[in-house]
């Protein structure tokens, strides 16, 4: 059974010095018998809550004397954070998870664990450890903070470890980060979501609601822009209910405007927002705060009220509309995106067709569309009346019919209007330009040289496509 652990204080992780102190002993001595560092890869799947997650055990292995690979074959180590979302998260584990059989097979000190969302659920995580002999290490959401102990204890003992807690305490503090990049990083603020939308997973995979204390928060904010850090990204499942579960309470909107005075800190953006808790005094503070950017994510889900009400998101379509409108007359720049999914349980032909006139209604720069994905344990999993594959799929095509045009519209109008960009790397599409963000969250390609990398830089845009943006430097910031 899983460890139900509800009392875990934050400073926890201090408890891994010794662990992380037995391991790079280890891994130490194994460099200078072999010359080469011991490797891991991790492999993550889902959302940013993992790509974090991922980062922090990067760090934790750096520290113990681990060097990153990205060739599976070389690895020491293959960590699989893992998604539970949607059914086809799922099915890419597997398959990858099958797939090492041989290379475990060739190389029996391999280290596999599989981590995440996935093992969280009972019957996958019995699934994974009985189909998957080859799999040394599973863990979930609540304890990855514990991975140098569990690496030490498998290799003191080389007994496969399964320890999958059911929930978390407070959110751990003191791990380190491998960041991706020094000019942005993402923050988580909270962990866990109390929501329940009927379809979502979630809920049981990150338990319930914890916030961060705000002084933590900023102190982290503080030491990143020290470092020469631009922009944060500030995470939770729904930052908009930020600081209910403190013992001092504070809202979001008063977390951004002590974010906003931090000298260096250039762009503060944050998601996901339910927009049943996005208030008035948030509004305020998105146009008050010249460093929150003019982008938000707000998943609508369905323009349906019926529908909204079996997904138990607590607000109606007229209330969804009704909220566009104030922000976009609170901030008129404003860029928004959203997730919707199409095909849940009784959506009728009307019910989509709601759905659609939300999208016309509000005009979105981007959304993410999802097609509704059974996951067992959800309430809406049990409903009788589920949708069909193919009508899903073409009521899918449909809404993408509708929201392509509207998102390559919004960004022609762009043309010959001047942004500022920071500047993220090279482009993927072009190795001779760069690429980079806009406030409003738009990929813009343009010609820079590669010292710009990591800098704000004013770009004029001149031509647009659905999914990105291309322009001229004007100038240097
Ligand atoms: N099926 C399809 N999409 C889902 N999402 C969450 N659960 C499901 C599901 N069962 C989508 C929601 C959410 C996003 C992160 O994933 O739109 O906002
Ligand atoms: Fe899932 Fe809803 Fe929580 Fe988002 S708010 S994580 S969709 S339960």
């Known amino acids: 059974m899983s460890k139900i652990t509800k009392d875990i204080p934050h400073n926890e992780y201090d408890k891994q010095k010794v662990y992380m102190d037995r391991m790079k002993e280890r891994n130490e001595a194994h460099y200078s018998i072999s010359g080469n560092r011991k490797n891991y890869m991790i492999l993550t799947y889902g959302c940013q809550m993992n790509e974090h997650d991922s980062e922090r055990m990067a760090g934790m292995l750096n520290d113990i004397g681990y060097e990153v690979t990205h060739d599976m074959n070389t690895a020491d180590l293959i960590i699989f954070n893992t998604c539970l979302i949607r059914e086809n998260a799922e099915l890419k584990v597997y398959g990858k998870l099958g797939e090492l059989k041989h290379l475990k097979k060739n190389n029996p000190e391999l280290i596999i664990a599989v981590c995440g969302c996935m093992p969280q659920k009972e019957e996958v995580k019995e699934y994974i450890t009985k189909k998957y002999r080859h799999v040394d290490l599973v863990f979930g959401t ?97 930052v908009n209910s930020y600081g209910k579960s403190l013992e001092n309470k504070i809202s979001f909107a008063q977390l951004l405007y002590m974010i906003n005075e931090v000298e260096g800190i250039e762009r503060i953006r944050f998601m996901t927002s339910h927009p049943k808790d996005l208030s008035d005094e948030l509004i305020d503070a998105m146009k008050n705060c010249d460093k929150v ?36 007359t609170a901030i008129p720049n404003i860029a928004l995106t959203t997730d919707i999914i199409v095909g849940f349980p009784g959506e009728t032909e009307e019910d989509f067709e709601d759905t659609l006139d939300v999208v016309k209604k509000v005009r979105f720069d981007s959304a993410f569309t999802f097609l509704y994905s059974v996951r067992k344990g959800t309430p809406a999993a049990e409903m009788k009346d589920q949708i069909p594959n193919d009508v899903k799929h073409k009521r899918f095509d449909r809404l993408l019919e509708i929201m392509n045009p509207i998102s390559n519209e919004i960004n022609k109008n762009m043309i010959g209007q001047t942004h500022e960009i920071l500047v993220e790397g090279i482009s993927k599409n072009d190795e001779s330009m760069l690429s980079g963000r806009t406030k409003t969250f738009k990929l813009v390609h343009f010609k820079a040289p590669k010292e710009l990398i990591g800098s704000l830089v004013n770009v004029k845009i001149t031509k647009a496509k659905t999914w990105f943006l291309e322009g001229e430097m004007v100038n240097r910031d």
């Open 142 to 238: 609540h304890n990855y903070y514990k991975l140098p102990e569990m690496l030490d204890n498998l290799l003191q003992t080389s007994k496969r470890i399964i320890d999958v807690w059911e929930d978390g305490g407070d959110p751990i503090e003191g791990m380190p980060s491998e960041r991706k990049y020094s000019f942005k990083a993402f923050i988580n603020i909270m962990k866990g979501c109390n929501n329940f939308c009927s379809y979502c997973i979630v809920p049981y995979t990150r338990g319930r609601e914890k916030s961060r204390l705000p002084e933590d928060i900023l102190s982290e904010v503080i030491k990143l822009a020290k470092q020469g850090c631009k922009e944060i990204t500030l995470l939770g499942q729904n």
């Open 293 to 328: 950017v003019e982008h938000l994510h707000l998943p609508f889900q369905s323009g349906s009220s019926k529908i909204l009400k079996r997904m138990n998101r607590k607000y109606t379509k007229e209330q969804y509309l009704e909220l566009v409108k104030k922000l976009k």
